[in-house]
Each structure stands twice: as C-alpha cells, then as structure tokens.
C-alpha cells in the first residue's frame, strides 16, 4: 500500500513521509499544490503530535512511581558518591597531610546557601588548590531582593567554610541565575 | 529541610552534577512517570520499562557532569531511556515472547477500536496493533524526535529499513485513523 501514489502527485506515501521529515525542504509543487498530499502530511503531522500527547497521558494516568523501585534505584546511586578530587587542607603537623573532597565541600557550600530565605544553591564550583575561589549559582524566589539575598548566601558560605574546614579561601563569589516560584504543593513557609 | 520541589529543572541538574542526591530525587520524581510511559511504549512491556528506567537513571547519575544544558535534562534523560530500551528490545531479540501487559494493550486493539472512546484511545490501539519493529520506529521518530539515522543506530539496522517500517507504520495509522479525521 506505500506503494501507491497519493493524489495525483505522483509520489508516494513512505516519499511524503521522507518530506516531511525533511522540514518540507527543498519545496515540491507537486506535493504542495495536491490537496490530498496536504491532507495526508497534515494527518501525519498530527498523530505525531497525539503520540506525544499520548505518552504525556500515559504518564498522568501513572503519576507515582513504585517505592521500592524508587529504593532499588537509591540504593545503587547511593554507592556512586561524587567526591570529585581531594583538596589539602591546612595542617599543623607537617608529616600529617588533611584533605576534603570537592564533594563534601559543596555540601557545606549547598547546606549554607539554602540557609537563607527564599534561595536555593544551584552549582558550586571550586577552583584553585591552596586558595579555593568558590563560585556559587543560585535561584531566588521571586519577590525577595536579589542583592540581599545574594550578599547573605555570600555571608553564610563564608562563614560555614571558616567554620568547619581549613580552607583558605581566595573568595566566594555568587551568581543569581534563576528565579522560582513557589510549587502549588509546596510549603510556603 | 530545603524544599526542592520549586525548583527548575535546571537547578535541580546542576545541584545533581554536583552531587545532590535529594535533587536527583526530585527530578526522578519528577520526570519519571513520563520516562516509563515512554519506554513502555517503546518497548511494549512495562515491566521492561521499569528496568530500563531504573538502568538509565543510574547511568545518568554519574554521567550527569557531561550535561551541557541543565535546563534539557528531560530530554536528556529520555534519550539515555530510549537507549537503555533499544538495548533491551536488541537483546531480546531471540526470545520474543510476549509480555502479558503488551498482549493485553493488543487485545484491547483492532476489534475495539470502534468503540475507542477517544482519538487517543484510538490511536494508543493501532499503535500497540503495529508489528513491534514499526511500533519502536514511530515512537522513536514521534516522541523521541530522532533522525532515521539514529534510529537506524539504535535498533541497529540500515536507514533503508528505518524508512521503509516508518512509511509502513504512517500506511497503517493514517488508514486506521481515518475515521477520526
């Protein structure tokens, strides 16, 4: 049945097909200006777009996912930490030689930062070996003051890193790249 | 506790590359539902798209640091999915048997497709009523948005067999959906 021509273009289905995914380029009269190939091309295009739409039902019709395969998939990414490299930290005695991970860095760096109202802490990255210049991206809620906000997350990762590492650091700088709103579920507070 | 669950995708992808893994959960639950109905299109057996996902999902724990676009990471994610799922569909090849969930999805097909109450509901029949290697084709194409090229890869065949399944399976949508139009 692809085999036949549709209208009077003279091409057939699985060549419409190839057109279409071409983005209709270069341009075809014969398949433009017949009435049936348009109407095959838009049937085409429209059940690709109910496929879609029904995957996207599918999954609202199954919105919430099994625990324990939720479990079975935590317990695997669980084992696979992200320490990323180990970065000395200053030590007193000189035959002792201290390191953190990246990875327990920007926890500290995460936990900081979510710390003052209305942020939440995107990427944090850290660069340099003796002196660490950290770079934190954040998101605020909307309606809080942007630089406010901003100087506090600066403040508060600052003083965490002071406090439980030996860091020395070179400078925490804090990029605002997002704005969120609350989730409807979420909790206002 | 900070509540993620205002967060953008792309956040939650960035917080997750550096290694949060309330984040990863948030997108998980998040995007999942959506991953599994895909993959269980595209493989016609949830139980395989439940393994799938999980496998894909830990592949994408630790591959998330190569994400260029935090803010994709749903279409992302569902590429790591369709490739998970190619994998499994190649790799049981041989034993083709039926899943019980598949055979039902067919049961409900063709005869009923009448009555379908809705064009979706149509459509979900002649799509489930398609041979399996056209079915994948056009889900991959349709809601994947891969190139016969791609596909090709994946399923590992020729883009001549990648287009020739796709027009078969345009043939038989558009003919069975005619009544709907």
């Known amino acids: ?189 | 506790m900070t509540d993620l669950s205002a967060a953008t995708d792309a956040l939650l992808a960035e917080r997750a590359a550096d290694g949060d893994e309330i984040a990863f959960g948030v997108l998980v639950r998040r995007h999942g539902p959506f991953l599994r109905a895909f993959a269980t299109r595209l493989t016609g057996s949830a139980a395989d798209a439940d393994d799938v996902v999980q496998d894909a999902l830990i592949a994408a724990w630790s591959q998330l640091e190569n994400l260029t676009e935090p803010a994709k990471v749903r279409s992302w994610l569902t590429s790591i999915v369709s490739r998970k799922a190619t994998d499994r569909i190649r790799a049981r090849k041989t034993s083709s048997e039926l899943d019980e969930n598949l055979a039902e999805i067919i049961e409900r097909g063709p005869e009923n497709r009448a009555i379908a109450s809705s064009q979706l509901d149509a459509l979900s029949a002649v799509l489930s009523g398609l041979p399996e290697g056209q079915r994948q084709c056009w889900i991959l194409k349709e809601v994947g948005g891969y190139s016969y090229e791609e596909i090709a890869e994946r399923l590992e065949t020729t883009v001549a067999v990648v287009r020739g399944r796709l027009a078969r399976a345009r043939a038989t949508v558009v003919t069975e959906m005619e009544v709907w139009r």
């Not at chain 1, 021509?5 to 995914?21: A, C, K, P, R």
């Not at chain 1, 270069?26 to 085409?44: G, M, Y």
């Open chain 1, 1 to 189: 049945m692809t085999e036949e021509h549709i209208g009077d273009s003279g091409y057939t289905l699985e060549q419409l097909s190839d057109y279409l995914d071409r983005g209709r380029q270069p341009a075809i009269d014969a398949i433009d200006r017949d009435a049936e190939c348009q109407s095959v091309l838009a049937s085409l295009e429209r059940y690709g777009s109910l496929s879609r739409e029904l995957v996207s039902r599918d999954a609202t019709e199954h919105p919430t996912l099994d625990e324990s395969w939720l479990s079975g998939l935590f317990a695997s990414i669980t084992r696979e930490v992200k320490a990323g490299r180990d970065i000395p930290l200053a030590s007193i005695d000189p035959l002792t030689r201290l390191t953190i991970t990246e990875g327990a860095i920007r926890g500290l760096v995460r936990a900081a930062g979510d710390s003052v109202a209305g942020v939440l802490v995107g990427k944090c990255s850290l660069d340099g070996d003796d002196e660490i210049a950290v770079t934190v991206t954040i998101s605020v809620l909307l309606g809080t003051p942007v630089h406010v906000a901003a100087e506090a997350v600066r403040q508060s990762v600052y003083t965490a890193l002071l406090k439980h590492t030996e860091l020395s650091i070179a400078s925490v700088d804090v990029l605002v790249e997002d704005v969120h709103v609350i989730a409807p579920q979420g909790d206002a507070s």
